[in-house]
């Protein structure tokens, strides 16, 4: 099977779906069938620059894909499970997707991630936190991350790491931890969030948000 027998349209040009990304490619990929299900494979992500359009329920097979950098996810009825998601400059849109017993890893500057919901099927028992066992990790500059749910998960909700991020409009519960702002965090601005019932196990002792300690200019707003 060639590296891209699973790519359905390729459409190379310049399109305006972010100011801060210019030039890239669009790739629609289409079902790959697997024993009962949809594979997503790393073979069918090897561009970069390039915007990957999920219409299908794709199984990644517990595996780790690393999209190239300077890509776009962007989700139009399909979903992702089973697997771990990494990338550089990455950002994804999710309308609405469901991304289940899946992580997301992060590095870079500019991202958007909006409007999905990233969770494990079943609430954790574990009695301290993983903190590697994170949803969605953020460490970059000039981030948004909106309209995201966590829950579930065995360690935080959401972690982000770097300067002037924002994060609007999530709603994160039943994790061991809810969302922990790093270190190297520098002017964050949290507003109109949900963060309820994390510290499920009783012994992380962070519902809500655990700054931790060298962390300069956060502003808290509208959250409960």
């Known amino acids: 099977m060639g590296a891209f027998d699973n790519i359905d349209v390729i459409v190379n040009g310049t399109q305006d779906y972010a100011s801060t990304l210019a030039e890239y490619g669009i790739v629609v990929l289409k079902p790959n069938i697997g024993w009962n299900n949809y594979v997503l494979t790393q073979g069918m992500m090897l561009k970069k620059n390039t915007k990957y359009v999920i219409r299908w329920n794709y199984d990644l097979e517990d595996a780790d894909i690393t999209v ?120 964050i601005t949290i507003s109109g969030c949900k963060i309820v019932n994390n510290n499920v196990a009783s012994s992380s002792g962070a519902d809500g948000i655990l700054f931790q300690r060298t962390v300069i200019g956060a502003i808290v707003t509208d959250c409960y």
């Open 68 to 187: 190239p950098k300077n890509c776009i996810i962007e989700f139009d009825g399909g979903g992702f499970k089973n697997g771990n998601i990494s990338g550089e400059n990455l950002s994804i849109y999710g309308n609405g997707a469901k991304l289940e017993e899946c992580q997301v890893h992060v590095t870079g500057n500019n991202c958007v991630f909006k409007d999905f919901s990233i969770y494990r099927l079943n609430k954790s028992t574990i009695n301290h936190t993983v903190y590697t066992n994170t949803s969605l990790s953020i460490d970059g500059d000039n981030c948004v991350i909106e309209n995201v749910e966590s829950y579930y998960q065995s360690g935080p909700g959401m972690t982000i790491q770097g300067k002037n991020n924002k994060i609007i409009g999530c709603y994160i519960h039943d994790n061991i931890t809810g969302i922990i702002v790093g270190n190297k965090v520098r002017n």
